[in-house]
T-cell receptor
Framework: QQQVKQSPQSLIVQKGGISIINCAYE??????FPWYQQFPGKGPALLIAIRPDVSEKKEGRFTISFNKSAKQFSLHIMDSQPGDSATYFCAASKGRTSGSRLTFGEGTQLTVNP | EAGVTQFPSHSVIEKGQTVTLRCDPISGHDNLYWYRRVMGKEIKFLLHFVKESKQDESGMPNNRFLAERTGGTYSTLKVQPAELEDSGVYFCASSQGLAKETQYFGPGTRLLVL
């Protein structure tokens, strides 16, 4: 049973456009929701993270929107750039009390065309 | 500061052989995690060390997998004997402590079992 579902599997956006990736989770015990960015040949790197006590977090062009009642969260990339082309993973964990093991979505391959 | 390193970067072995993967976490990080991504699916948790102790090994697929963390520093993950379904990318991650959830990932070891 997959606890974090991510969509779409792949996404093509034009430069300057908005990229939106969605995730839904099952386990209400999750209390930490990071997004990781992975470039080819590299490991995933933390991009931005949110806790369920806020509905939105913004860092530069990257924004997480969080809907606790719907158990959904999404990543918005504004003014998408070719350098943003990468695989994006949403994840969830139970945080401090449970060793912080991450449960990942399947990943979204983002391509930003120039 | 050096990041998480993994060795080898790639490994191609025959079914039935043994392979040992190594991970060197960021210096001072007590938490060390192993994850695996198989065939473009989600990244799945395998196990978690706190220093030299196994905190959670519930994600280990079977007893062909053995993980160790000598002296609370580097870790090895041995697969013996390897099966075709063990092919995938094995990631190691480390974090400073339970109060800090950010996990830093290594570049991964790409394992192909033929």
């Amino acid at each position: 049973q997959q606890q974090v579902k991510q969509s779409p599997q792949s996404l093509i956006v034009q430069k300057g456009g908005i990229s939106i990736i969605n995730c839904a989770y099952e386990n209400t015990a999750f209390d930490y929701f990071p997004w990781y960015q992975q470039f080819p040949g590299k490991g995933p790197a933390l991009l931005i993270a949110i806790r369920p006590d806020v509905s939105e977090k913004k860092e530069g062009r990257f924004t997480i929107s969080f809907n606790k009642s719907a158990k959904q969260f999404s990543l918005h990339i504004m003014d998408s750039q070719p350098g943003d082309s990468a695989t994006y993973f949403c994840a969830a964990s139970k945080g401090r009390t449970s060793g912080s093991r991450l449960t990942f979505g399947e990943g979204t391959q983002l391509t930003v065309n120039p | 500061e050096a990041g998480v390193t993994q060795f080898p970067s790639h490994s191609v072995i025959e079914k039935g052989q043994t392979v040992t993967l190594r991970c060197d976490p960021i210096s001072g990080h007590d938490n060390l995690y192993w994850y695996r991504r198989v065939m473009g699916k989600e990244i799945k948790f395998l196990l978690h060390f706190v220093k030299e102790s196994k905190q959670d090994e519930s994600g280990m697929p079977n007893n062909r997998f053995l993980a160790e963390r000598t002296g609370g520093t580097y870790s090895t993950l041995k697969v013996q004997p390897a099966e075709l379904e063990d092919s995938g990318v094995y990631f190691c991650a480390s974090s400073q402590g339970l109060a800090k959830e950010t996990q830093y990932f290594g570049p991964g070891t790409r394992l192909l079992v033929l």
